[in-house]
């Protein structure tokens, strides 16, 4: 069963941990955000939201289509004063045009479907020669096998119908190049990017965000018994590691795309 993103009990499974630090740096190192008016599209927890006021900018306005979510999100940013908190979705935000300079769209369009649509409307709010961003796994980011790092690939090797899920709703990076230019916006980058998730302690730390599911939409394919099986195999594969720490990180691709 897919995770309903509007049931108030998964409201803070997208705010339990921090932004990477090489995240930061990374952005850092190809966008201005210091002193920037940012939009956080697709917000969920709210902690890109507050990597973004980290890095400097004037005001950041999170935005989510669910008010659950959105409520997990205010929780979570209390203490930045410069978060401010929208609900919207990315085909319709209700936003004023040319209103940002820079617009974030971090693992939302595996959500969605009409990729031109959602980018014409990130296109229409922002300000002349904005950025945006765009962040999610295309199918080949999907498939890197599992290790001790890269916990994501045990699912797949476990469940090959999680594997088929999630293949089918990512996106092709030429399918996501075509349609930022069809929406009018012109690609300054295309970035492969191992991002640390979280790191871990030990196994025990692990089998619980696995089991709450959280952060995770695709293990919401599983039943709890399922889960419990995928848990085991993954202990099966770590279990001989030399250190007890996990550091689990995942490839993602970013693009960077200035409005024309």
Known sequence: MAIDFQDGKNRCLYAARKADRDWKALIKEYVQ??????????????????????????????????SEMLKGAKDNCKDYSNISFAQGDAYDTGLKDSSFDIVLQRALIHHIVHLEKCFKEAARIL?????????????????????????RGYFFEKFPKLAQKETDRRHKGETVQYKLSKAGLRLIEEIKFWEIRKEYSNFEELAEDLKNRTGRSILFELTDDELNELVAYIWSKLKDRDSQEIKESDRWSIWIAKKK
């Open 33 to 66: 955000v210091e002193g920037k008016d940012v939009l956080d599209l697709g917000c969920g927890g709210g902690i890109y939201s507050q990597a973004l006021s980290e890095l400097g900018a004037k005001s950041v306005t999170a935005m989510d289509y669910s």
């Open 127 to 151: 300000k002349p020669d904005g950025i945006f961003i765009v962040q999610d796994r295309t199918p080949k980011d999907c498939l890197i096998a599992g290790d001790v790092n890269h916990i």
